[in-house]
């Protein structure tokens, strides 16, 4: 499983493979024709109250983190993007400026953390 994270102001390329825009919001500036997205999945995205919270400020990414990762739980997006992985890749689109503190981070980490405790479970 191949899961990869793209801000969606950087060009779609080839081996991006499947491109799932994950924010709520459309990025400000990207034409809908140019952003060459296969999917726009924003009800995986953090909820309005907790992005708002958050900010993107990295003394809260922690908490935010911690607070997403509850938002997924029982998402069923989280298996279809599993699934859609399998045996592909998949590239996860955001907007945020950071690309080490925002909610592409924590989802890419939930995503392999399942899918890595399941192939150790089949042994």
Do not use: Q
């Given at each position: 499983m191949a899961i990869l994270l793209k801000r969606a102001y950087a060009p779609a390329v080839r081996a991006d493979?499947?491109?799932?825009?994950i924010d709520r919001l459309w990025p400000r500036g990207v034409k809908k024709v140019d952003g060459k997205f296969t999917y726009w999945m924003k009800d995986i995205?953090?909820?309005?109250?907790l992005r708002v919270w958050f900010g993107h400020r990295p003394e809260r990414f922690k908490e935010f983190a911690g607070r997403y990762k509850k938002e997924l739980t029982?998402?069923?997006?989280?298996?279809?993007?599993?699934?859609?992985?399998?045996?592909?890749?998949?590239?996860?689109?955001?907007?945020?400026?950071?690309?080490?503190?925002n909610h592409a981070v924590v989802l890419q980490a939930v995503l392999r953390r399942r899918s890595s405790s399941r192939s150790t479970a089949r042994g």
């Open positions: 493979g499947i491109r799932v825009l995205a953090p909820s309005p109250k029982g998402n069923p997006r989280v298996a279809e993007l599993r699934n859609l992985a399998r045996g592909r890749t998949v590239t996860l689109v955001y907007a945020a400026r950071d690309p080490e503190v």
